[in-house]
């Protein structure tokens, strides 16, 4: 149940973001979850539903939630390969670890085509804000 | 567009501190993990409400020292993650090490930043007094909790030898640039207070502790109150001085 | 696109040596520099035309045990830049300490990266071993150069303390899946022959030296063919392992 | 007159991959040079010259190399300021120092607005090609 830290982390954003500018409607807020926190949508939904209400409460009006999905990529720094989760497959146990900290997949998801640790996360790791429409 | 999130929970959760203090060192070896440990035990045992974080994210150790078994002990999943409490005490301890399960971590800068700012803006402390066990060198680690951190108050770790001073004297440059002003120095495996004191002179840092080469400190691996009546002896300078701001 | 020349001119650069061997280990303040550099000096003294680079890129010390002062000491600009070459010896030095004026550089990872390839793609050495000290933990340095050199062989430094056996054994599994092949394995603070070997036994790794607590290597620092002398007796068996394949 | 190692690091990357594809013709190199080399440009462009003609002499032909010199750049990772190298002056002995190694610039340069070291180099770090077109 981590979705309601990351979605706290999404509030306090905009409303740090909406008090510097002085503004008090925000009308367009699209959130971008990668792969790798493995996030329940359902739950995450919920909490950043609860959290924008009590937002409201304190004077800021979030008009639109945009959450968009993005599956994770991986490049190898060795050879160059790139892949994707489904290529390689992990536990329940990993993919548990990951979700919190989805830098450990260094140590679980090794390059399928040379072996490696050393490898670029290109996509779908964390959380993050990708537009901010202030009203 | 790129907004990070994570900053601004990290400015919200670390706010509940009273006092951050990371410890550090250029040189490794030199004793951070051990007196880390010990530190954030005897506080927690004089009743405050202490934190210790483990950020050599390569090459995690705190929980070896504390004898946690990171495979069956799990930070609890709420709001967040909270941090393990170590056994009757209240210290709270967190590290990357219950996520890779005692493996060494392969990462890069950049995957260490992202795990630090992960950690850190999903972590639910309930301390008011956050203890960080640093890597050596001067990277990502020392880099991101100096800038995260709202003033951070470094304990400075050196030996007598002349590698580790003057590494550490080059590296307080840096750290003043930063404005980062150190709450201190720790002179570890010196065998005189006379010698702890002139090295803490040179690099004009107030001494907080003086600790000789404890023969049986290899024993309390694993051992932690066995480790903390091991070093507290010596340490009641920092212990003092990190009270006074803490109960302020 | 992008396409960064360095990596190219490295592997031309690199491909001068016989065998590349970084001195490493998880854990800081075992001894790799110290080792790097006697193990250096042992093996240009007995005729092997040796090169030593620093990488440990925000804390270098290497320099500080050579007594090479680098401020006044710079390698040559030709075509590139030629190592220093240490007094009478044919012992080649590189360190990004020449360009940093012996201060400590706060570099994060991406800028660790980058400079190791700089340094790598601009230096012309002309030995034919290559011995490289590293940093502890497991971060860009060591993932550089595993992955730069051609069939690099490290030399794993441990003491017999706990802490440094347990995340030396945890880090073989890595270099293992990495495709790197240990040399062997150096012992260093160790009162006993036998505790080496058996250390060596649980790692899997063979013997190249087990190295007592030298007290006089304190006042060694700086001076190079002191630091040699006092090491050297225990490395006979890393002397003989390098030689032979360096020779063939 | 590193300007020669970095010439020639250009040279081995072209003739490694014109070798690759099999192609003897490069149509055209765009190469680009970071201020922080501080490189001499005539220096460079007549080590290019000779290094190019000696790939002729190998086999492989390169009709056109195009240099394109981009300012240093700076971005300050605790306070967000960016900035220039005119703006903060170094000396000629840091100015050295960095041409070797432009990562050094860390410990000579500090953010003109806060005084930190913890900056990003955004552009004109290094060397690197651009463009590379087979014939
Ligand atoms: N005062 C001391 N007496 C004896 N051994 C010590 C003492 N302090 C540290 N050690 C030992 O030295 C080694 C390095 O200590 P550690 O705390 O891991 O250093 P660091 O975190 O700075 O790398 C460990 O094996 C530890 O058990
Ligand atoms: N065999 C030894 N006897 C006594 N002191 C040693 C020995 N090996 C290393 N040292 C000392 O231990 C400290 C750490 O050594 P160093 O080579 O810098 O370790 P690392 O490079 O692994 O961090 C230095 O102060 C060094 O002088
Ligand atoms: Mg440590
Ligand atoms: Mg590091
Ligand atoms: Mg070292
Ligand atoms: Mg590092
Ligand atoms: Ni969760
Ligand atoms: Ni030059
Ligand atoms: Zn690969
Ligand atoms: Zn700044």
């Not at chain 1, 500018?21 to 493995?38: A, D, F, W, Y």
Request: net charge negative; glycine share 6%.
């Amino acid at each position: 149940m981590h979705e309601w830290a990351l979605a706290e982390a999404i509030t306090v954003t905009i409303e740090y973001e909406a008090r510097k500018r002085g503004s008090r409607t925000i009308e367009l807020v699209e959130v971008v979850v990668g792969e790798l926190q493995s996030i329940d949508r359902e739950v995450f939904e919920f909490a950043l539903k609860e959290l924008i209400a009590s937002l409201r409460e304190r004077g800021i009006d979030v008009r639109k939630v945009d959450i968009e999905f993005e599956e994770a990529k991986f490049k190898c720094f060795r050879c160059g390969y790139q892949w994707n989760l489904s290529e390689v497959g992990i536990s329940e146990h990993e993919r548990e670890a990951i979700h919190f900290i989805p830098d450990v997949a260094k140590v679980y998801i090794r390059c399928p085509k040379c072996g490696s640790h050393d490898f670029e996360i290109v996509a779908g790791r964390g959380v993050y804000i990708k537009r901010l429409e202030f009203g | 567009m790129f907004i990070d999130p994570r900053l601004y929970a990290i400015k919200r959760r670390l706010a509940v501190f009273r006092l951050i203090v990371p410890i550090v060192s250029p040189k490794g070896g030199v004793g951070k993990s051990v007196i880390a440990a010990a530190l954030s035990l005897s506080l927690a045992l004089k009743g405050v409400r202490v934190g210790l974080l483990d950020l050599d994210i390569t090459n995690p150790c705190s929980h070896l020292l504390l004898g946690i078994d990171v495979e069956t002990t799990k930070p609890i999943e709420d709001r967040g993650i909270r941090p393990v409490k170590l056994g009757s005490t209240e210290l709270e301890f967190m590290s990357i090490a219950f996520y890779s399960g005692n493996k060494t971590l392969p990462l890069r800068g950049t995957d260490i930043d992202n795990a630090i700012k992960e950690v850190l803006s999903i972590t639910q402390w309930s301390a008011s007094l956050l203890i960080i066990d640093t890597p050596p060198g001067f990277s990502d680690e020392v880099l991101d909790i100096i800038s995260l951190a709202p003033n951070p108050r470094p304990i400075i770790v050196t030996t007598p030898s002349v590698l580790s001073i003057e590494t550490v004297k080059r590296s307080l440059e840096v750290l003043s640039n930063e404005g980062v002003k150190p709450l201190g120095l720790i002179v570890n495996l010196s065998h005189s207070v006379d010698l702890c004191l002139q090295i803490s002179q040179v690099l004009s840092l107030e001494l907080l502790a003086c600790i000789p080469w404890l023969t049986n400190l290899e024993k309390a691996v694993g051992k932690p109150l066995a480790l903390k009546d091991l070093l507290e002896p010596y340490m009641t300078k920092a212990i003092e001085t990190i009270l006074r701001i803490v109960e302020r």
